[in-house]
């Protein structure tokens, strides 16, 4: 008769553990490689939309900054051309308005200027009146 030992039914019991286990321990590598892919799939679009993001942020400051150049060359295009604007009044101001004008037109017309004679004028008439006489 052959002994059997305690031990035995274990061992016996054990091999298709191992063949199950080994099946399992399969899966859950392949499960883990799977995670792995996906897990590194994430990684990369989460850079590329980092990048993407930083890119944007960059146009962004850079479209921003050529804004406020603008808006500064404009302010200063503003400022000449109000300043241009008070000279243009100011020089408006100056100049004779219509009721000035009127009024100097009524002394002219009052005068007539057209009728007095100059300097020149008078000597040649004095002199004719005189060169008569003798």
Partial sequence: MVQQSVFAKKQDSQLP????LSSDVNALARRVRVLE???SDVRQKFQLTDQS????SKK???????LNAEL?????EIHSIKDT???????LQLLAKREDVAVLQKYLELW?????????EIEG???RVIARRK
């Fill in 112 to 120: 007539s200027p057209v009728k007095f004679v100059t300097q020149d």
């Fill in 37 to 39: 892919e996906r897990y």
């Fill in 17 to 20: 553990n191992f063949a199950l």
């Fill in 60 to 66: 962004q400051v850079d479209d921003a900054r050529f």
């Fill in 72 to 76: 500064s060359e404009m302010k200063q």
């Fill in 85 to 91: 604007f008070e000279l243009f009044t100011k020089e």
């Fill in 125 to 127: 008439i004095v002199e």
């Fill in 53 to 56: 993001a930083l890119q944007f």
